[in-house]
């Protein structure tokens, strides 16, 4: 009676990834490391919209509320300004150059910054990051 070791097999499927989505993942590692300097970072959250979903997958999201033009991540964090401006929370849509918006992408920026937020598109991690600590007051 002789007994094997179970084996599991596990596929590891390539992850695709762009170069904005990496800017992106620079921009949460960053926030990971500073929790400790800005507490708020721990709230910050992606938004996972775009990129190639199987159809059953696409329909599932439009179904529950998933809405096309939704920026990359938010900060929902609200500051004042020294010149008393208010904001609610701290909007990001991350590009790579020359890709720009998209016309849903600007209706949100625009709506978003007429009603308190911050919406901002930045073209790199660096470029996010200094945007996230300047909104913080850094």
């Excluded at 992850?15 to 926030?31: S, T």
């Excluded at 329909?59 to 900060?75: E, I, N, Q, S």
């Excluded at 790579?96 to 910054?113: M, R, T």
């Amino acid at each position: 009676d002789t007994k094997h070791p179970l084996c599991a097999i596990i596929l590891v499927m390539p992850i695709r990834m762009g170069k904005e989505d990496l800017e992106q993942q620079v921009v949460f590692e960053w926030a990971e490391w500073n929790i400790s300097r800005f507490p708020c970072l721990k709230f910050m959250f992606a938004v996972p919209s775009g990129g190639y979903r199987p159809i059953p997958t696409a329909v599932r999201l439009k179904k529950t509320g998933a809405k096309r033009g939704v920026l990359d991540f938010m900060l929902p964090y609200p500051v004042t300004k020294q010149n008393g401006t208010h904001y609610c929370g701290l909007w990001c849509e991350m590009k790579i150059h020359p890709n720009k918006p998209s016309p849903e992408q600007l209706e949100y920026i625009k709506f978003l910054n007429e009603n308190s937020y911050l919406a901002v598109v930045c073209y790199s991690a660096e470029e996010a990051i200094q945007m996230i600590e300047s909104y913080l007051g850094s």
